[in-house]
């Protein structure tokens, strides 16, 4: 079972990055997936949620209406888009699948600043 999480990095305040997890090993379209981060000295929040056939989403308050969820279950692959980027929506951020067990993946970290 693997969850892989790519395309962190640097961005300036308000600008957009796109990332994907990439899972192997287990039935993708079973599980709930969730993106989750992680700032320095701070508890793991859940960021955003979405259903195993993708009809249902939830986010924090900290992201609606910036960030967006959504999930391709031929690719086998969950997407976060974060738009309008914030200094403080700095972290690392995981993958998590929700099924009949639960996965983790090792984290993208993403630096929001100029």
């Known amino acids: 079972v693997q969850l892989v999480e790519f395309g962190g990095g640097l961005v300036q305040p308000g600008g957009s990055l796109r990332l994907s997890c990439a899972a192997s090993?287990?039935?993708?379209?079973?599980?709930?997936m969730r993106w989750y981060r992680q700032a320095p000295g701070k508890e793991r929040e859940l960021v955003a949620t979405i259903s195993s056939a993708g009809r249902n989403t939830n986010y924090a308050d900290s992201v609606k209406g910036r960030f967006t969820i959504s999930r391709d279950n031929v690719k086998n692959q969950v997407y976060l888009q974060m738009n309008s980027l914030k200094p403080e929506d700095t972290a690392m951020y995981y993958c998590?699948?929700?099924?009949?067990?639960?996965?983790w993946g090792q984290g993208t970290l993403v630096t929001v600043s100029e």
């Open positions: 998590n699948a929700v099924g009949p067990f639960e996965y």
């Open positions: 090993g287990f039935t993708f379209s079973r599980y709930t």
